[in-house]
């Protein structure tokens, strides 16, 4: 089955502990990105990835890093979280930059920082 | 600066009241409008793409349409399991999200 599996589905941590979220796709897809979603502010991207190695920010990267060492993994990496990093995450995946085709989301990651 | 507004906020209807769900856009170089069905706690799911203004497309009790300056989608009929956030996402560079409707279809 297609699909963008997201890891942890729910986490709780503490303040400056350092912790990444893990993604994954199974359809060879190059682009791929995070977005984090927050009542009344909508979805907004973290950062994106066209390709293997090529990683770039989206409108809210601060506290955030990936990478993207393997066409079917782009890990979120956060160094020392803050409270206000807690939030609902999602991966997305597509064809070249959504090739007119939508991105696949995967089932979220919950994260509460405290 | 690219902007995309959804309205209203929140709409509640009778089962078998029909519908229509706003998104207005701002973006030069639009690549694509996408609709994305979203339930509580769950990722998106993909429902349409439109690729240039007159495009409709349906999908069961929705329809969705593409103007030069907003998109609807259009409920009809609708059911307590069309209960739902609806996304409206403009593609250019990235997927650029509006915050959403919240529907609720009461029997």
Known sequence: ?114 | EDQVTQSPEALRLQEGESSSLNCSYTVSGLRGLFWYRQDPGKGPEFLFTLYSAGEEKEKERLKATLTKKESFLHITAPKPEDSATYLCAVLKYALNFGKGTSLLVTP
């Not at chain 1, 502990?17 to 502010?41: A, F, I």
């Not at chain 1, 807690?86 to 085709?101: D, H, I, K, M, P």
């Open chain 1, 1 to 114: 089955e297609a699909q963008v599996t997201q890891n942890p589905r729910y986490l709780i941590t503490v303040t400056g502990k350092k912790l990444t979220v893990t993604c994954s796709q199974n359809m060879n897809h190059e682009y791929m990105s995070w977005y984090r979603q927050d009542p009344g502010l909508g979805l907004r991207q973290i950062y994106y990835s066209m390709n293997v190695e090529v990683t770039d920010k989206g409108d809210v990267p601060e506290g955030y890093k990936v990478s993207r060492k393997e066409k079917r993994n782009f890990p979120l990496i956060l160094e020392s979280p803050s409270p206000n990093q807690t939030s609902l995450y999602f991966c997305a995946s597509s064809l070249v930059r959504g090739r007119l085709e939508g991105y696949t989301f995967g089932s979220g990651t919950r994260l509460t920082v405290v």
